[in-house]
């Protein structure tokens, strides 16, 4: 058998090369694009599937607490967005982030993206209160949810949203004469 045969020829090589080349090109001009197409790591799911399937999956308390939030979200701001981000965690938008919906082993976290920005009358923020942006409820299994006062804190969240303020003017600390520097 002759060597040579097996071996592509140097113009064959060079053409290969440019193919590969224009390939690339093309394949970088369609990134920038940012066509809105379904990831293939969703199976080309909707994200409203995806949650359904969620759902379904968790087989427990976990599940059913989650379908029941999901429905009350939808009551409370039937315009929202359903998401699914992060590899795997329901979010609800409506012109921005409204809160996701996580499932751990023990509790189900519904995290408000601008929550600390938000009126809780009914204390049901109970997670995440040190920070400065978001907070969050924990529902253990067993917990009932204030359906009321939840779908307040969604319409609430909405609404600061559409407002198109990023957080809430800081407060700042009232000055005393005397105190403070001032040539006393």
Not at 103 to 121: H, I, M, N, Q, W
Not at 149 to 165: M, Q, T, Y
Request: aromatic content about 4%; charged content about 30%.
């Amino acid at each position: 058998m002759n060597a040579m045969a097996n071996q592509p020829s140097k113009k064959s090589t060079k053409v290969a090369k440019k193919d590969t080349q224009k390939s690339v090109k093309t394949t970088s001009k369609k990134a920038a694009k940012k066509v809105a197409t379904p990831r293939p790591r969703t199976g080309g799911k909707s994200a409203s599937q995806l949650i359904s399937t969620r759902i379904a999956e968790l087989g427990d308390w976990r599940g059913d607490m989650l379908r029941h939030v999901r429905k009350l979200i939808k009551e409370a701001d039937p315009d929202i967005t359903e998401e699914w981000k992060w590899r795997g965690t329901p979010v609800w938008s409506h012109n921005g982030g409204v809160c996701t919906g996580e499932s751990y082993k023990e509790v189900v976290k519904l995290t408000f993206f601008k929550g600390a920005s938000l009126r809780d009358p009914a204390a049901l923020f109970n997670s995440s209160l040190d920070g400065n942006v978001r907070r969050a409820i924990d529902i253990h299994e067993g917990d009932e949810l204030d359906e009321s006062a939840f779908k307040d804190l969604i319409r609430n969240a909405v609404s600061l949203n559409l407002s198109g303020k990023k957080k809430p003017a800081a407060i700042k600390p009232k000055r005393t004469p005397g105190k403070g520097g001032g040539g006393d």
